[in-house]
């Protein structure tokens, strides 16, 4: 096939954590590059300072703002597109029409969907009320804006690709689409470095090589997370049943205990050296969007458990088991069966990897673009 010329609009600039929002966009990137054609990615620049080193060719471009003002974002991000571009991803789709023109040179323009911007889609779902007769009347004001800006979006795009089944609705009822037109994809997940061997990363890690390791991987949070304490609270219950087992909590901080070490960096470099550390990795959730952390650890081959408010579509449960409470006695149970049982842990982790092939960023980004 030959290269095709794609233009990527993203919604930030490049970060290296995972669960970064502009982090599939970015991903996409790779994945176009990485199948040979020639890609290019606008980012509204970051609080209006310099351009950032980026993984693929990249401009930034001023015009940054809230949704409703992203409108200006979108004409900004248009004056970026190449002339020969023949695609260009809007990922997230966003708010307000690229305005390319018209003809046989237009490129086709195709809109990607996340969970994550579920009130964006519905901006009438607010639980905010305003005060008083002239802020409804500015808030009616500023939902009919969202949703004509919204429409315009939608329309040009030749393509729409939807993360989550229930955005379809949503689209039909906001903007009037056939749910048939949001086309089913996965996020795309960016490939970490390689995994370092197994006593490299513990010795990375400080822990010892002949104790079994739980790793627990947290969304991004500014404070522990309810759910990681949750996590914690079960470790205490296993403890006495695996002398000298270790817990270690990546991404977030302040989560402390005997047997707990705590590595708050956020990055992919790290997420792949605990993972291959790990005899058991818990993703507690919550996640908008499909963890991208448990892509990784069912990349790595590692024994998985998720928690309530992680999002698992249908075809990973038979590589996770599911705690379907957030009680830790539950999960304590869970945890102290799967260490008990090395056979136990390779059945479960066996199917990891070819299930998390769905979400890797070449595969995912022909996708977008197939004939």
Known sequence: MAPRTIDLVAAGPPVDDPYD??????????????????????????????????????????????????????????????????????????????????????????????SSDRSFLAPGTSKDRPAGVLGRIEAWNARRARRKLGRGAVAEAFRLFADDPDLG???????????????????????????????????????????????????????????VVAVRDAFVGVRPIFPGVRMVTVGVDGVHGPGISTVAKR????????????????????????????????RAGVASITLPGTRLPRELVPAVRAVPTGDPRDLASTITELLADPSGRADLARGGPALAARFDAVRVASSLVAN
């Open 21 to 114: 929002p502009a982090g599939f966009a970015w991903a996409l990137a790779e994945g176009f590059a990485r199948g040979g054609d020639s890609v290019r990615v606008a980012y509204p620049r970051s609080n209006g300072g310099d351009d950032l080193p980026t993984p693929v060719p990249a401009v930034a471009f001023d015009g940054a703002g809230a949704p409703i003002g992203s409108a200006e974002s979108a004409r900004a991000a248009a004056r970026t597109i190449r002339s020969e571009a023949q695609f260009v991803i809007r990922d997230p789709l966003g708010f307000g029409p690229l305005g390319l023109g018209h003809g046989a040179r237009r490129p086709r323009i195709v809109g990607v969907l996340r």
């Open 169 to 227: 609705p949503i689209l039909e009822r906001e903007y009037g689409v056939d749910p048939e037109r949001a086309l089913p994809t996965p996020p795309p997940v960016r490939r970490g470095p390689p995994p370092p061997s197994r006593p490299d990363a513990r010795r990375a890690l400080t822990v010892p090589d002949d104790v079994p390791v739980v790793v627990v991987v947290s969304p991004p949070s500014a404070s522990p997370l309810p759910s």
């Open 267 to 298: 990055d992919l470099a790290t997420f792949t050296t605990a993972l291959a550390a790990a005899d058991l990795a818990v993703f507690p959730g919550p996640s908008a969007s499909i963890d991208a952390g448990l892509v990784l650890g069912l």
